[in-house]
């Protein structure tokens, strides 16, 4: 059995006994003539940006969802081949692929058609039920429980009892996002012209959702094109330009928290404030996230031990909990 993180920035592939065997890019590279596959993952994506005119380096996944079918199944297959030598006996698997919870019909069977090419049966499972797995939650209790997982495409918040979402809200607003506002701001402060590779280092480095201490404070030298002269130019960013340029961005985040909280039934609110909210995804790694979104809620905002894993993790142990989570799966034949 495999659980699939079909990531907008990332693929995790987790096999059951043999824990998480994949972490790279999801990012292919291919020749622009031909269409031969150069590299996946990690490789192609040090290409981005670094390529000769005759090879590309793109990202097939886009806000959460396929936007090039094609491109999707190919890296698929290749990173499924990794972890399973012999593309044959991917057939004798079951896998598991989580999906934001968000998506249209339409993209549902777009990705369950580029997993079916290679699997015995295929499963989908929303984000927010496969984090609340992996975080150790226990989802089939008549209890409500609350996860908000940032990702690279998606931000996905929903509140769940008895195995099923109950309210929930995906934005398209996510780590990817977050990257774009420091391209941006460093573009119209700066007049500096940097990639996103320089802009997720910089929201890892000193990146924060808000500045809580006097220490929370950082600074990082960046590179990038002067875009007054043409010339390459250093400058230095800190803290606190990451928080201005993340602002418009964490404040839609906010109000889609605000949002779920305001339609779930009252009792399970009332659960939620008793066990709190538990933050995962890539995302729950920008410092202070967890007390911005306390704040708004009012209600204790937990990252989960492993927030970069647990959504596979999740999406990996879910194939063992089919029979609890039937109303909230969608198979190769249609939802259970």
Do not use: W
């Amino acid at each position: 059995m495999i659980g699939v993180d079909l990531g907008t920035t990332n693929v995790r592939i987790h096999m059951k006994g043999k824990g998480i065997l994949l972490r790279e890019p999801a990012v292919i590279a291919l020749s622009k003539d031909t269409q031969e596959i150069k590299a996946v993952g990690e490789e192609a994506y040090r290409m981005l940006g670094r390529t000769p005119g005759s090879i590309i380096a793109v990202r097939p996944m886009a806000d959460g969802v396929i936007a090039d079918y094609s491109l999707t199944e190919k890296m698929l297959k290749a990173f499924l081949s990794k972890v399973v030598k012999g593309a044959s006996r991917l057939f004798k698997y079951n896998i598991m692929v989580c999906v934001p919870s968000g998506i249209t019909e339409v993209e549902r069977r777009a990705v369950l058609q580029a997993i079916k090419q290679v699997a015995h049966k295929v499963f989908l499972i929303e984000e927010p039920i496969a984090g609340a797995i992996g975080s150790g939650i226990n989802i089939a209790e008549p209890v409500g429980s609350m996860v908000v997982d940032v990702g690279g495409g998606t931000t996905d918040i929903a509140v769940m009892s008895l195995g099923a979402i109950v309210v929930a809200e995906s934005l398209r607003i996510a780590g990817n996002t977050f990257d774009d506002n420091i391209i941006r701001y460093v573009k119209d402060k700066e007049n500096l012209l940097i990639g996103n590779r320089t802009a997720e280092e910089i929201k890892r480095t000193v990146g924060a959702a808000r500045i809580d201490t006097p220490g929370d404070i950082m600074h990082i030298d960046v590179r990038g094109r002067d875009l007054i002269n043409g010339m390459p130019k250093t400058i230095s960013v800190s803290t606190k330009d990451v928080v201005a340029a993340l602002s418009d961005s964490l404040a839609k985040v906010g109000d889609g928290l605000r949002q779920v909280l305001e339609q779930s039934p009252p009792e399970l609110v009332s659960d939620v404030i008793e066990r709190g909210i538990v933050l995962n995804g890539g995302g729950a790694l920008l410092r202070n996230l967890d007390s911005f979104l306390s704040d708004i809620a009012d209600i204790p905002v937990a990252v989960a031990e492993n927030p970069t894993d647990c959504v596979v993790i999740g999406t990996s142990k879910a194939l063992d909990m089919v029979h609890v989570l039937s109303d909230g799966l969608v198979t190769s034949g249609g939802r259970r």
